[in-house]
C-alpha cells in the first residue's frame, strides 16, 4: 500500500485554495495541511492547519519540510477598483513570497509546486489564445503592468527551478474563476461575485453595473479548476510546463449579467455607471495542450456553474 503523499495548499483560506483543500481532504491518496495567516480557518474534515508568513523564509522553511507537493494559492488578490488604485499591492509581496518559496521546494526537494497564474499579460483578441500567444514585444495595459510583469517573472522563476533541481513545477494561466468561497463584497470581489451581490441582494428592481460591460471574459467554475490539479499531479511528465486553463469562450459583461438575473428569479433593470473602471479587452483561452496532455476539459457549463454559485450564495451568505 502506497502512502499517502503530503500536500501543502499555501492560501488555504482563500477563494481559491479554500475550495481545493476541501476536495483534497476527501481523497484517501492525501495528507492535507492548509496554511493560514491572517484570515480565520474553518472546519473541514482530514484537514490540518499550520499558521505561516509566507514572506518570512523561517516560517517556509518549517511548513515545507517533509512535503511532497505544494499548491501555492496565496497571493494578494483584490478586483479591478485596486488594479487602478493601488496596482503596487499585486507586486511585491507576491514576487517575495513566491521567491522564497521556490528557493525552500529547491532545497528541501518537494516533488511538485503547482503555481497560479494568470491571463493579464495577454492582448485583447477575438480568438482563443495559446500558451505561446504572449508577445514580450506588446507592451501591457497600462493597469494591468504591474501584475502582468510580476506573473511572468514567477512563470520564469518556476522554470528556472525546475532545470536545477528535482522539483516539477506547473504554472497555470487560468481566467476568472468562480464558485463557492469567493469573494462577493463589493468592494473587493471580482466580477463575477460583485455581479451575484448585486443581483441577489437587489431590493428595488434595479442593478448598477461598472462601466459599459461590453468586456468580455473567460470564466471557468472552480471545481474544473481543481480537476486541472489532480490531471496535472497525476500526468504531467516534463520537469515544467505552462498551461492554459479556461472555459475556451468568451462571454460580455452584459450577457453574464442578464444570465444571473435570468438564474435567480429576479426582474432587474440593468442601470450602467460609467464613471466606474472598465477596461475594454476580449480575452479566452485555447486549452487544447491541456486535453492533450493531461486529458483535461472543462465539465461545468456556465449556466450550471451560475446556477450552483446562486444556490451557495442564497445558503451561506444571505437569504433573499
Same mark, same amino acid.
Given at each position: 500500500?502506497?502512502?499517502?503523499?503530503?500536500?501543502?495548499?499555501?492560501?488555504?483560506?482563500?477563494?481559491?485554495?479554500?475550495?481545493?483543500?476541501?476536495?483534497?481532504?476527501?481523497?484517501?491518496?492525501?495528507?492535507?495541511?492548509?496554511?493560514?495567516?491572517?484570515?480565520?480557518?474553518?472546519?473541514?474534515?482530514?484537514?490540518?492547519?499550520?499558521?505561516?508568513?509566507?514572506?518570512?523564509?523561517?516560517? #517556509?522553511?518549517? @511548513?515545507?519540510?517533509?512535503? !511532497?507537493?505544494? *499548491?501555492?494559492?496565496?497571493? =494578494?488578490?483584490?478586483?479591478?477598483? %485596486?488594479?487602478?488604485?493601488?496596482?503596487?499591492?499585486?507586486?511585491?509581496?507576491?514576487?517575495?513570497?513566491?521567491?522564497?518559496?521556490?528557493?525552500?521546494?529547491?532545497?528541501?526537494?518537494?516533488?511538485?509546486?503547482?503555481?497560479?497564474?494568470?491571463?493579464?499579460?495577454?492582448?485583447?483578441?477575438?480568438?482563443?489564445?495559446?500558451?505561446?500567444?504572449?508577445?514580450?514585444?506588446?507592451?501591457?495595459?497600462?493597469?494591468?503592468?504591474?501584475?502582468?510583469?510580476?506573473?511572468?517573472?514567477?512563470?520564469?522563476?518556476?522554470?528556472?527551478?525546475?532545470?536545477?533541481?528535482?522539483?516539477?513545477?506547473?504554472?497555470?494561466?487560468?481566467?476568472?474563476?468562480?464558485?463557492?468561497?469567493?469573494?462577493?463584497?463589493?468592494?473587493?470581489?471580482?466580477?463575477?461575485?460583485?455581479? #451575484?451581490?448585486? @443581483?441577489?441582494?437587489?431590493? !428595488?428592481?434595479? *442593478?448598477?453595473?461598472?462601466? =459599459?460591460?461590453?468586456?468580455?471574459? %473567460?470564466?471557468?467554475?472552480?471545481?474544473?479548476?481543481?480537476?486541472?490539479?489532480?490531471?496535472?499531479?497525476?500526468?504531467?511528465?516534463?520537469?515544467?510546463?505552462?498551461?492554459?486553463?479556461?472555459?475556451?469562450?468568451?462571454?460580455?459583461?452584459?450577457?453574464?449579467?442578464?444570465?444571473?438575473?435570468?438564474?435567480?428569479?429576479?426582474?432587474?433593470?440593468?442601470?450602467?455607471?460609467?464613471?466606474?473602471?472598465?477596461?475594454?479587452?476580449?480575452?479566452?483561452?485555447?486549452?487544447?495542450?491541456?486535453?492533450?496532455?493531461?486529458?483535461?476539459?472543462?465539465?461545468?457549463?456556465?449556466?450550471?456553474?451560475?446556477?450552483?454559485?446562486?444556490?451557495?450564495?442564497?445558503?451561506?451568505?444571505?437569504?433573499?
Amino acid at each position: 500500500m502506497n502512502a499517502k503523499k503530503i500536500v501543502l495548499i499555501c492560501g488555504a483560506t482563500g477563494f481559491i485554495g479554500r475550495n481545493i483543500a476541501e476536495s483534497f481532504a476527501k481523497n484517501d491518496n492525501y495528507e492535507v495541511i492548509g496554511v493560514h495567516n491572517k484570515r480565520p480557518t474553518y472546519n473541514c474534515l482530514n484537514l490540518k492547519w499550520v499558521k505561516a508568513d509566507l514572506t518570512k523564509v523561517e516560517d #517556509i522553511r518549517r @511548513v515545507v519540510k517533509g512535503v !511532497d507537493i505544494i *499548491i501555492q494559492a496565496a497571493a =494578494t488578490t483584490s478586483g479591478s477598483k %485596486d488594479i487602478v488604485a493601488r496596482p503596487y499591492i499585486h507586486v511585491t509581496d507576491n514576487a517575495v513570497m513566491n521567491s522564497l518559496l521556490f528557493r525552500e521546494a529547491f532545497e528541501h526537494k518537494v516533488k511538485h509546486v503547482i503555481f497560479f497564474s494568470c491571463t493579464v499579460m495577454l492582448q485583447s483578441v477575438e480568438k482563443p489564445q495559446d500558451e505561446d500567444s504572449y508577445d514580450a514585444n506588446l507592451e501591457l495595459h497600462p493597469r494591468y503592468f504591474g501584475v502582468g510583469h510580476t506573473k511572468l517573472y514567477i512563470e520564469k522563476m518556476c522554470d528556472f527551478y525546475s532545470r536545477i533541481g528535482e522539483t516539477k513545477f506547473t504554472a497555470i494561466r487560468h481566467t476568472n474563476i468562480y464558485g463557492p468561497h469567493d469573494k462577493f463584497d463589493l468592494e473587493k470581489s471580482h466580477v463575477f461575485g460583485a455581479t #451575484i451581490t448585486k @443581483v441577489l441582494s437587489s431590493n !428595488d428592481g434595479k *442593478i448598477n453595473v461598472w462601466g =459599459t460591460g461590453e468586456e468580455e471574459r %473567460d470564466l471557468l467554475y472552480v471545481d474544473d479548476l481543481t480537476s486541472f490539479i489532480e490531471k496535472a499531479i497525476a500526468s504531467q511528465k516534463k520537469p515544467y510546463e505552462l498551461y492554459n486553463c479556461g472555459y475556451g469562450s468568451a462571454m460580455s459583461i452584459k450577457g453574464l449579467v442578464k444570465k444571473i438575473i435570468d438564474a435567480s428569479g429576479k426582474n432587474l433593470i440593468i442601470e450602467h455607471d460609467l464613471t466606474q473602471p472598465t477596461i475594454k479587452t476580449s480575452l479566452s483561452l485555447d486549452c487544447g495542450k491541456a486535453e492533450r496532455e493531461l486529458g483535461w476539459t472543462p465539465k461545468t457549463t456556465t449556466d450550471e456553474g451560475i446556477s450552483k454559485t446562486i444556490a451557495w450564495w442564497r445558503a451561506n451568505i444571505k437569504v433573499n
